[in-house]
């Protein structure tokens, strides 16, 4: 697999996390990357993107001051980091790569904020 995640799981609200994504078989520091989700019943929705270099950021309104994307371009791995997580957190989060017309998708780790 070209993009691995790991660091999902149960946490209580208020908790933290911090998913990682594991890359291979690409030039990971030419690729912008991104986390995605997916709550139960809803759509896909970009949450953060972090430029190749990791000197530019963006962030989805609803995670905004809480969560947080860094990249290490020597170790292959993009970060999320989750602070002050709740309920509607909830949702399969999916890494991301992209540079020009391709891309790759990782096959998602399970984050649930549940008291």
């Known amino acids: 697999e070209l993009l691995v995640e790991s660091g999902g799981g149960l946490v209580q609200p208020g908790g933290s996390l911090r998913l990682s994504c594991a890359a291979s078989?690409?030039?990971?520091?030419?690729?912008?990357m991104s986390w995605y989700r997916q709550g139960p019943g809803k759509e896909r929705e970009l949450v953060a993107t972090?430029?190749?270099?990791?000197?530019?950021?963006n962030y989805a309104d609803s995670v905004k001051g809480r969560f947080a994307i860094s990249r290490d371009n020597a170790k292959n791995t993009v970060y999320l980091q989750m602070n002050s997580l709740k309920p509607e957190d909830t949702a399969e989060y999916y890494c991301?790569?992209?540079?020009?017309?391709?891309?790759?998708w990782g096959q998602g780790t399970q984050v649930t904020v549940s008291s």
């Open positions: 991301y790569a992209g540079f020009g017309r391709y891309n790759y």
């Open positions: 078989g690409f030039t990971f520091r030419n690729y912008v």
């Open positions: 972090i430029s190749s270099s990791g000197g530019s950021t």
